[in-house]
């Protein structure tokens, strides 16, 4: 039977309020699902980041301002 808002069968159209996104991995710094309707991050090792922040954040990258003596 064909769904009353896309009008088809599984899969849903991935506008229709019925799709159901599908989960592609977790993000490994805080563990948001990664969905194939979402945006990611891949780091040069391949890991997949939700947020840019996260992808900072795993690395451990922080923003530093330049001192006298470290010219």
Same mark, same amino acid.
């Given at each position: ?10 899969? %849903?159209? !991935?506008?229709?309020?019925? @799709?159901? #996104?599908?989960? %592609?991995? !977790?993000?490994?710094?805080? @563990?948001? #699902? ?38």
């Amino acid at each position: 039977m064909s769904c009353e808002f896309c009008h088809h069968d599984n899969p %849903h159209d !991935y506008r229709c309020p019925n @799709y159901e #996104p599908k989960i %592609h991995g !977790y993000c490994p710094q805080c @563990y948001t #699902p990664l969905l194939d309707t979402s945006t990611y991050y891949v780091d040069n090792d391949g890991n997949r980041f939700c947020s840019e922040e996260c992808a900072i954040q795993n690395h451990g990258i922080i923003e530093i301002e330049w001192e006298d003596e470290d010219e």
